[in-house]
């Protein structure tokens, strides 16, 4: 999977972009960019929001969508990115049987995460929209505390099952649930391959 940050993020976070990374590792994350990009499913956008003072990342699916939101994220943390996406999908999908199943082929197939830096205007455009529309930059998450305790893993699943989001196609708005998208184009993907 690719990570497409925003500078900020980077900076914040200390992430070298695959051109600052010495040999062999920058070899490496040139394979897998070269390897993945083009595919929507293995590319994703993040941006760095703040919640109560505490960093936080918003981590957008090209393909579907699909929005994770990782919340007190610190340095030390970034390195384990893919594990927590990976948890918060699985929640969002605990009672899909056939998608819990897919995920697992998922991140099997693809479960090395890289990061480059984010230039796709569109992804930029939609993480902040998200931000500032969806979540009122961070003020909708108040909602999700429950006894002094923010529950981040229901946030995630209802953004992205109750959630209604749109897209223009051929000029057309079309309505769509993150979740719904990001399950069918799992089938898809896997549909000549079970």
Avoid at 97 to 104: G, I, Q, S, V, Y
Wanted: proline share 2%.
């Amino acid at each position: 999977m690719i990570i497409y940050v925003t500078k900020e993020t980077a900076v914040r976070y200390g992430l070298k972009m695959p051109e600052e990374l010495s040999s062999p590792l920058k070899e490496s994350v040139a394979s897998a960019i070269e390897r993945e990009s083009g595919d929507k499913m293995l590319e994703w956008g993040a941006k760095l929001f703040y919640f109560d003072r505490r960093k936080c990342l918003l981590i957008t699916n090209f393909a579907s969508r699909l929005t994770l939101f990782l919340i007190d994220v610190k340095v030390k943390d970034v390195e384990n990115i893919g594990s927590s996406m990976a948890d918060y999908m699985f929640d969002i999908y605990e009672d899909d049987p056939e998608t819990t199943r897919l995920l697992k082929r998922f991140f099997n197939d693809d479960g090395i995460v890289v990061f480059s830096a984010l230039k796709d205007k569109s992804m930029i455009a939609t993480l902040n929209h998200t931000l500032t529309n969806h979540i009122s930059d961070g003020d909708r998450l108040w909602d999700y505390i429950k006894n002094g305790i923010l529950h981040t893993r229901e946030f995630n699943k209802d953004f992205n099952r109750e959630w209604i989001l749109f897209k223009k196609v051929d000029g057309k708005t079309q309505y769509f649930y993150a979740a719904e998208v990001f399950a069918q184009l799992l089938k898809d993907r896997y549909a000549d391959r079970n």
